[in-house]
RNA sequence: GGGCGAUUAGCUCAGUUGGUUAGAGCGCAACGCUUACACCGUUGAUGUCGAGGGUUCGAAUCCCCCAUCGCCCACCA
């Protein structure tokens, strides 16, 4: 293996594929029940059965697979609970359009049973493909856990829920308003409509007194509900009507009379101050016909047109040309006094794609404020964690304004609802099947209900439900509360808040500890990602071109906590590259074979065997082991993603591993304490990386030969810190670290001097250090050979400026000269150097200003104002240097 | 009508208890194929931190107000 050599660049496709079975056949994914390992688990937010890939998901599952991975390698037994949701709208609806399209079929065409098989059929060739596609980004389910919940135990849960609630009498049947989707022909929770501002009109319409004496002038927005107009109301203050309540109103377009009413629910100001009541059809309106006592006639069908109750005239019409006929047939009348330009609110279905009817039926609901209660208690006190926190705040004010849930759809896929009519007298049983007789009446037959529940209404339970819950199972018991929720803030009220109620109301615990909103994907421009935009990258192609850990890390890196992002392809260069430079620092490492055996064995080394800049990495890595370990625990993803990147490609390769060059290709450099070090980072960082990059850091931590064939990098621990005491004893103190980062100054101060003159960076220089103290001489001294490499110099001696003409470099750790002979360009050189001594005055000036601050010195922390001070001490150091050297040029 | 978020370099964004000369990536300019990497290296330029007040010795950071953009919630027909 030694002799291998890697390619020059780094080719996900090759590894990613293999990696990812290895994985899934090793069972490293699958969880151990009788572990006695703390447990870590997480249940996925089930994408909709019908669902395909997007980037949302790809960000979403990618945070719950670092999660995982990173708590498996912190020893806990993970276990995340894959799976899917049957989505009972959205799914019947693909089903209806393609049976449309392929056999030209609707479901009344082939009733319920057979409408039912073709859906299975269907979910069984063509759903579910996101379940394969989450294994391409690397997603370490626990795939024999996989659950969907329209499955035999979940629906068996659902049952359960229902009847117990039933029992508990926080689920019953009412006769209400409910929002009504005439596409799907079914009622739709408060949830699901989506409200957009439409420009439309607000018709002023005249109702005759029927008295002859006049007429009040209504408006409206829906002109085609006035058939099922049962009164007139005026707010009782009113003057312009006082005297006139009471009296009977001729309604238009009908020969029915109705009266004029007075509610408190009619705003004076608004419009005309007078508002035609339709019970039937619209909230407010049903209020006002409860309170009053009105006739509420339902004149629409359930799929948006007319009925026979709306007149011969509109019968049948669907509500949209009913309008206009509406708006037609009164102004022929002469009773439309004027139509006036309205922007408002429209309710759409989230699904149907049309607006919403309210309409007047029987539905099943949840009644939830005493669920909310204990379920607010959870998160204001703490027990339940947001991040980022400020979601509490809509939480609360969702559940505390809480309203019942409308559960029945008038669906076919879905949980059939367990109540049983009997068909003698009518009496209802809530049962999982039904009765042998009816306990009222005794009667033997039973028609069930042929409502089907809410998607939700199995989701609320997936935390608990996945582990087959009712049953009282090792898992359920093992792996409840999960710890981490990982979902976009879309769906809190939908799923996240009911969850809470759910998981207290039936487990007696809350279903988990955190929660993490994602956030939101939105295209290079800021509009959401949608398919009628086109604007919606696959991410399996994205996966194909830049690679899965390209994408992880990039997502990751671009994705603050709590703020959108905007994607762009492009940005998987960030990835891709990172994953390269990465592959090309093992690629140099592998020139010199792979790791010895006990490559993570540091106790024989010895501080006198290390080099300055091997103490420097080895404090740094100190610390991004540290911030990684703080970064993951507290969900800063980003924070972790933009560390690591910083270390390997900043710290490691730019600085460490270019000093580290002399060492290791010296004879000894195979088993010099240098290599060592060299070792320890590199497993270290790909450790460190694993949980973000998975793929490429096992390829690499095999090629190394950090572990055996057999073995892999997601069963290695997590990196624990060297501890201060062995940090001391190595010699990487902070001084060293200070020192070394002082070393780098006077290297970058070097190379700018060599920019400035054209020196080809290939070009070995003779450079001539003058240390700055004699601290900084023995320092210096300790390594040569890493500076001459860090300054590409052929030869380097510290000395004092030597004769003739010479470029000057000033640093905090001292002056370099680098000989030139007949290339000094005096102007040039006093340029630079004025340059530099404008910047050192300005940074004195306002030290000193800060330091001459009276206030500053006595409230300031001590540390800051020392830090200050040295910093003053240091720069009037450097600034007399670049004194001393401009003086030499002009005299 | 309430609530929340955003406004920092040409672009996309970091900046966690107020205290480094305000940072990164991309882009840009100059140089360089130095045997890990051109998916690279070196060097460099660019910001009145949205406007205005206030608190403080000190504000991108805290408070007030305003502006613009975005999201969520809310029954004004």
Redesign the pocket.
Same mark, same amino acid.
Do not use: M
């Given at each position: 293996m030694s002799e291998e050599t890697l390619a020059? +660049? =780094?080719?996900p496709a090759e590894v990613e594929g293999k990696w990812y079975q290895t994985w899934e056949q090793r069972g490293y994914f699958h969880a151990d029940v009788n572990s006695p390992k703390t447990p870590y688990s997480i249940v996925i937010p089930p994408p909709n059965v019908t669902g395909i890939l997007t980037l949302g998901h790809v960000l979403n599952n990618t945070l719950q697979d670092i999660l995982i991975r990173f708590e498996k390698m912190r020893g806990r037994e993970v276990c995340w609970v894959p799976g899917m949701d049957h989505a009972g709208i959205a799914t019947q609806a693909k089903v209806e359009a393609f049976l449309k399209k392929e056999k030209n079929l609707t479901r009344y065409d082939l009733g319920r049973e057979k409408f039912l098989e073709e859906v299975w059929k269907w979910k069984e060739q063509y759903g579910g493909k996101i379940i394969q596609q989450l294994r391409t980004i690397g997603t370490a389910c626990d795939w024999p856990r996989e659950r969907f919940t329209f499955d035999e135990g979940l629906s068996n849960a659902v049952q359960e829920v229902f009847i117990r609630l039933y029992n508990d009498g926080l689920i019953y049947k009412g006769h209400r308003i409910i929002n009504w989707c005439p596409k799907s022909r079914t009622a739709l929770s408060?949830?699901e409509v989506?409200?957009r501002q439409e420009s439309g009109h607000?018709w002023h319409i005249k109702y005759p007194y029927a008295d002859g004496t006049g007429c009040v002038i209504v408006?409206?927005?829906?002109p085609e509900t006035i058939m099922g107009d049962t009164a007139v109301a005026v707010n009782p203050t009113d003057e312009r009507y006082t005297g006139q309540v009471g009296k009977m109103l001729l309604l238009p377009l009908t020969d029915r009379q109705i009266p004029l009413i007075a509610d408190e =629910?009619?705003?004076?100001?608004?419009?005309?101050?007078?508002?035609?009541i339709t019970p039937a059809h619209?909230?407010?309106d049903y209020e006002v016909g409860l309170r009053h006592n009105l006739e509420m006639p339902n004149i629409m069908n359930d799929d948006g047109t007319m009925n026979a109750a709306a007149g011969p005239d509109f019968d049948g019409l669907d509500r949209n040309v009913a309008r206009r006929l509406v708006v037609e047939k009164l102004e022929e009348q002469g009773l439309l006094v004027k139509t006036e330009d309205y922007v408002?609110?429209v309710g759409y279905s989230e699904r149907g794609g049309v607006p919403v009817e309210p309409r007047l039926s029987d539905q099943w609901f949840v009644k939830m404020d005493v669920l909310a209660k204990p379920a607010i208690e959870a998160v204001t006190s703490g027990k339940i964690k947001f991040h980022p926190d400020?979601w509490v705040?809509?939480y609360l004010?969702?559940m505390e304004?809480i309203k019942d849930w409308c559960i029945s759809r008038q669906l076919w896929w879905g949980h059939r609802i367990p109540a049983f009519y009997c068909e003698k007298c009518g009496e209802v049983v809530v049962a999982k099947n039904a009765p042998e007789k009816c306990p009222k009446c005794g009667h033997e037959h039973f028609r069930q209900d042929e409502d089907v529940l809410d998607t939700w209404f199995s989701s609320w339970l997936w935390p608990f439900s996945v582990f087959d819950w009712p049953k009282d199972t090792p898992e359920l018991k093992h792996f409840y509360p999960t710890n981490t929720l990982i979902t976009g803030p879309?769906i809190i009220?939908f799923w996240v808040a009911r969850m809470i109620m759910a998981g207290l109301r039936f487990m007696g615990k809350i279903p988990f500890e955190d929660v993490y909103f994602t956030s939101i994907i939105r295209d290079?421009k800021?509009r959401k990602l949608s398919k009628s935009l086109n604007n919606s990258p696959d991410p399996l192609d994205v996966v194909a071109t830049y690679g899965a850990d390209a994408l992880r890390f990039t997502i990751i890196y671009?994705a603050?906590m709590?703020?959108?992002?905007?994607y762009d392809n492009?940005k998987c260069?960030?990835g891709?590259?990172f994953?390269?430079?990465i592959w090309?620092?093992v690629?140099?490492r592998l020139?010199h074979g792979t790791a010895p055996a006990d490559w993570q064995d540091l106790s024989s080394l010895k501080a006198s065997e290390l080099r300055p800049d091997d103490q420097w990495i080895l404090a740094r890595l100190n610390r991004i082991t540290k911030t990684m370990t703080k970064d993951l625990d507290e969900f800063?993803f980003?924070?972790a993603s933009?560390a690591i990147y910083?270390f390997i490609?900043?710290e490691f390769?730019?600085w460490y591993?270019?000093s580290a060059?002399p060492a290791l290709s010296a004879p000894a450099g195979t088993t010099c304490a240098t290599l060592k070090v060299f070792d320890y980072c590199l497993g270290t960082f790909l450790k460190l990386l694993h949980p973000i990059m998975p793929f490429v850091t096992d390829e690499l931590y095999h090629q190394m030969g950090f572990c055996g064939e057999k073995d892999s990098i997601m069963l290695q621990p997590w990196p624990q810190a060297i501890s201060d005491a062995r940090m001391q004893e190595l010699g990487a103190t902070e001084s060293v670290e200070q020192l070394n980062a002082a070393k780098y100054d006077l290297?970058?101060a070097v190379?700018?001097l060599?920019?400035?003159y054209?020196l080809?960076?290939?070009l070995p220089l003779d450079v001539v250090i003058s240390p700055a103290s004699p601290e900084a001489k023995a320092f210096l001294d300790l390594d040569h050979d890493a500076l001459a490499a860090l300054l590409?110099a052929k030869s380097l001696t510290l000395g004092e400026k030597p004769a003739g003409p010479a470029g000057v470099a000033v640093s905090a750790i001292g002056n370099a000269f680098v000989p030139l002979a007949g290339l000094v360009d005096f102007a040039a050189e006093t340029a630079r150097l004025q340059k530099q001594q404008t910047?050192a005055e300005? =940074?004195i000036a306002?030290?000193q200003k800060?330091l001459a601050?009276?206030? =500053?010195v006595e409230?300031?922390?001590a540390a +800051?104002v020392e830090a200050?001070r040295a910093?003053l001490a240091e720069?009037e150091d450097k600034l007399a240097r670049i004194r001393e050297q401009l003086a030499a040029f002009n005299s």
């Open positions: 020059k +660049a =780094y080719t408060d949830e989506i409200y607000l408006a409206t927005t829906r =629910y009619v705003e004076k100001d608004f419009g005309t101050g007078a508002v035609k619209d909230p407010n408002h609110q400020r705040k809509t004010h969702w304004n879309d009220f290079e800021g671009i603050p709590g703020q959108d992002i905007r492009k260069e960030i891709r590259n994953a390269n430079k090309n620092v690629r140099f020139q800063d980003n924070d933009k910083d490609w900043n390769c730019n591993l270019e060059k290297v970058r190379r700018n060599r920019a400035n054209q080809s960076t290939s590409n910047e300005k =940074y306002t030290l800060k601050n009276k206030g =500053y409230h300031a922390p +800051a200050d910093h720069t």
